[in-house]
């Protein structure tokens, strides 16, 4: 191996190459050159990583040995991990790729076959996907062709099974959910096991309204680095909601990695972080989300480099009242020590709880509730409201980063927040008898902006500050 040096910052993995490289080659028909073989990757200054670059060094070294025209692959980028056998292997990142191969105008790509949907998602490529490195030679020497990759468009599936209408009752924490929803707020919900918390947070994204296709790319793009689409998905068309489970390491919920992966919060970009049972979550855990939380984006730190990665996410959180469950069930009796509750609500950080903008105690229902037939509003009719509101948002926020209420910054708070006198005189009084920190009272006045927006009121008005007070679980009786 004296003879095939790679150089330009490779790591162990394409160093590997150079073996999957010579028997692919070999296998494929092309016995590896005689003399000194020298790959240099440009720019030197950034790492490469992975076994994507097999293909393009194996194409390179049959260029330069004049076995392909350098024409055929002057438009073009290539991709893809070789196998000993000569096929060619799927690879992370394509789509990410294709992004790049648009910017900088190159006519077509070529992809391992099992990538092509991804690639594909981007009209103005060709795109090609190959199975062999045999394949993709004789089609680039015009001896047979590939044909090129139709994007399929999966059929949208409609969710219902999570409608809103079949969960009765809960109309107080369905209000807070709409309000979630319309300006992208944090939620967490507090309440006795059997509740119907999970089912609350599953049923979410039926009020989300669709991706658009940015975002339908942002999010794919992420999943595609992240190893997590398959074959068959081309663009990822519905808004991602994760839930990991309390025992996810720090590294699997915030990314990271030898070479940094995203992690659960980037995947639930532009979608739906849920996090059940909240307090068993580790608390150093946890706290790795306040950064991400306030910004949308998690920026981890190596060695050779420093990543950053989309996660602009909303929060919902679920969690007991109380280890036994039952603190606030006026029908059965909590069984817990001080000490135990103590220790419990210890558990999440009070600067993470301060991110929950809407705090909804979820109770059991009564009885002639359960049983009875009525079914309550249906998720469509809710996401009438929610989409109305934000599109509210979207001509307030045309000439500004900010998306969303949840997002408006310090800066633009006093222009877009603005209170009527009652509402002034309410929020100081809040803030002076219930001890509401500035940051929370800034985050009361987003919230109370989502519920002025879909009130349509251009003014936030006193019962809209007072709804937002008592979502965040902050008394408003006027004196
Ligand atoms: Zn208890």
């Known amino acids: 191996m004296r003879n095939f040096t790679i150089v330009g910052l490779p790591d162990t993995s394409v160093k590997e190459s150079r073996d999957r490289i010579r028997a692919a080659l070999k296998n494929t028909g092309f016995p590896f050159p005689r003399g000194r073989v020298t790959i240099n990757l440009a720019p030197a200054d950034l790492r490469k990583q992975g076994p994507l670059y097999d293909l393009p ?3 390179s070294i049959l260029v330069s040995r004049g076995e392909i025209p350098a024409q055929a692959l002057e438009h073009a980028v290539v991709l893809g991990e070789l196998a000993l056998d000569g096929s060619i292997r799927s690879v992370r990142g394509v789509l990410t790729t294709a992004l790049m191969a648009r910017r900088i105008q190159k006519q077509s790509i070529f992809v391992p076959k099992e990538n092509e949907q991804e690639a594909a998602v981007i009209k103005e490529l060709e795109v090609f996907g190959a199975s062999t490195l045999r394949e993709l030679i004789d089609h680039l020497l015009h001896r047979t062709q590939i044909a090129k990759t139709i994007y399929l468009r999966r059929e949208c599936i409609q969710q219902n099974e999570h409608c809103f209408s079949y969960i009765k009752g809960q109309d107080l924490a369905k209000r807070g959910l709409e ?10 919900l507090s309440g006795p096991p059997g509740t119907g918390k999970t089912l609350l947070a599953k049923s979410f994204p039926s009020i989300l309204p669709p991706l658009t296709e940015e975002e339908s790319m942002e999010v794919t793009s992420i999943a595609s680095i992240a190893g997590e689409l398959t074959s068959s998905s081309g663009l990822i068309e519905e808004r991602p909601f994760r839930s990991p489970h309390h025992s996810a390491s720090a ?3 915030v990314g990271g990695g030898t070479w940094p992966t995203p992690g659960e919060i980037s995947l639930a970009h532009r979608g739906v972080l849920f996090l059940d049972e ?3 979550f580790p608390r150093h855990v ?5 950064g991400p939380l306030e910004d949308g984006v998690v920026t981890i730190s190596r060695a050779q480099a420093t990543v950053k990665f989309p996660a602009r996410f909303l929060l919902i959180a679920a969690m007991n009242p109380c280890p036994c469950g039952y603190a606030s069930d006026p029908k059965r009796r909590c069984v817990c020590t001080t000490m135990q509750l103590q220790n419990y609500q210890k558990r999440v950080s009070g600067p993470l709880l301060d991110r929950f903008d809407l705090r909804i105690e979820v109770s059991n229902l009564s009885q002639e509730l359960l049983l009875s037939e009525v079914r309550s509003e249906t998720s469509s009719s809710i996401l009438t409201r929610v989409i109305a509101a934000r599109k509210k948002q979207a001509d307030r926020f045309f000439d500004s980063a900010c998306h969303l209420n949840a997002e408006i910054s310090p800066a633009l708070l006093e222009h877009v927040c603005f209170l009527t006198p009652d509402a002034k005189t309410l929020l100081a009084l809040a803030i002076e008898s219930q001890s509401l920190s500035p940051r929370a009272a800034s985050r009361v006045r987003k919230v109370a902006r989502t519920i002025a927006d879909l009130a349509n009121s251009q003014t936030i008005e006193e019962h809209h500050l ?3 007070l008592q979502f965040r679980g902050q008394k408003m009786q006027r004196e």
């Open 286 to 290: 946890l706290e790795h989300l306040r």
């Open 466 to 468: 007072a709804e937002a």
């Open 278 to 280: 909240l307090p068993e």
């Open 57 to 59: 060094i194996a194409l």
């Open 179 to 188: 309000i979630a929803a319309a300006g992208g707020h944090n939620i967490l």
């Open 251 to 253: 590294v699997s919920l």
